[in-house]
């Protein structure tokens, strides 16, 4: 990862609430803001909902780890090939070729 500091996962970790990240803010749900929405809930279910959003960042983190363009092996990238066009030059060479009579 290049910014561990500014991932998710480390934001969500390091801090005692619940992080979540938009586009242009950052919301942290606090214990205190979970007990006064859920009254009928108590520390023990924030803590368990904090544990698990750790897991699940910690987890993104894993899998973008895994599907970098580091890990991405080159043997495969065969069947990529008919998916390719030609060059250009090599475009225009043919067509002025198939052209003459």
Known sequence: MKNYKDSDYALNKFSEGIVYRFADRIV???????LAENPGKTTDDFLELKALS??????Q?????RTSRLDVSINGLEETEQLATASLDAELIHKKDTERP
């Not at 750790?54 to 987890?59: A, G, P, R, T, V």
Request: hydrophobic share 30%; proline share 0%; charged share 40%.
């Open 28 to 34: 942290e749900i606090t214990l205190e803001d979970y």
């Open 54 to 59: 750790d897991e699940i960042y910690h987890q």
């Open 61 to 65: 983190v894993i899998d973008e780890n």
